[in-house]
């Protein structure tokens, strides 16, 4: 396999920090990266000479910062599933996932995942990765799923989704009239106790915030656009579930399934800072013909 590097040009004003200081904080790799290119057959490099992370850069050096090779889990596996590629680069994939399919394998579902076509598209397209998943879907969740294609761009991305920087806008139908335009549910969201799947509102959860605004209202169904502050499991499910409004198609939070066979909430839009350009990025996908209803 290839091996992922980085080169920076050392400028005034980034002189006289330390090589560690500069990787961690400006150019926002993980402290678990910077170990790997340290120990793990990776290599730092000043003006092509093998430094420690306490040198201290100079105006005018060349930083190096070479990846090991990554390795692929003997547990994935490649399969030919055809891909909606909505966007890609040399750092990033955005695949626009159907309903009905998993994001990643499981033990009990090894196979049929998002990922395990990805990596099959790697495989016919010479990638030398694995598979960084930076946000997922539930299997009955359509829409846009962000992909890091190197180990660098998995742990900036990373970050990202941590502080929230990382926004999705997603397209949902719930059950009856939703009389206000728009609103917030913040309510926290923590595990069902006797589910080891389902997600409740309760007091000791995660804190959890859905910004909403209704599109339309038809038949007493209410389509809506929904974006996420925080991203806890089933987030958007439990809390229209909450105000008596579950949505379409969604059985295990109340939703019925005479319009459709999953729960109607498609993600429709992410923006998100590019990891190596550092400009901003939207990417946008049409609603699925199974929610146009």
């Known amino acids: 396999m290839n091996r992922y590097q980085l080169k920076f040009s050392i400028t005034e004003e980034i002189a006289g920090l330390m090589i560690r200081e500069y990787l961690l904080e400006h150019a926002q790799l993980s402290n678990r990266l910077l170990i790997r290119a340290k120990q793990d057959n990776g290599a730092i490099l000043v003006n092509g000479i093998k430094k420690t992370v306490r040198y201290v850069l100079q105006e005018g050096d060349e930083l190096q910062v070479i990846f090991p090779p990554e390795t692929i889990s003997p547990y994935l596996k490649r399969e030919h599933i055809p891909l909606d590629i909505v966007y890609e680069d040399d750092d990033i994939l955005v695949v626009n996932k159907p309903a009905n399919m998993s994001t990643m394998p499981s033990r009990t579902h090894p196979s049929g995942s998002l990922a395990n076509g990805i990596l099959h598209y790697y495989y016919e397209e010479n990638i030398p990765y694995t598979i960084h ?46 009389n206000e335009a728009d609103g917030l549910i913040d309510k926290p969201i923590g595990r069902h106790p006797d589910s080891i799947i389902e997600r409740m ?93």
Do not use: W
């Open 133 to 178: 998943v930076v946000t997922r879907l539930d299997t009955d969740t359509s829409g846009l799923v962000l992909v890091a294609k190197h180990q660098y761009s998995h742990s900036f991305l990373s970050s990202m989704q941590q502080h929230n920087k990382i926004e999705r806008k997603y397209r949902a139908i719930v059950h009856g009239v939703v």
């Open 201 to 293: 509102v309760r007091a000791d959860g995660q804190t959890a915030r859905t910004f909403y605004a209704v599109d339309k209202i038809i038949n007493e169904l209410t389509y809506l656009h929904v974006r996420l502050e925080t991203g806890r499991t089933h987030q958007i499910r439990v809390h229209f579930a909450s105000i008596g409004h579950p949505l379409v198609g969604d059985t295990l939070y109340g939703g019925t399934r005479e319009k459709i066979s999953r729960q109607a909430l498609h993600c429709s839009e992410i923006s998100l800072i590019h990891p190596i350009t550092k400009k901003p990025l939207h990417i946008q996908a049409e609603l699925p013909a199974d929610m146009m209803f």
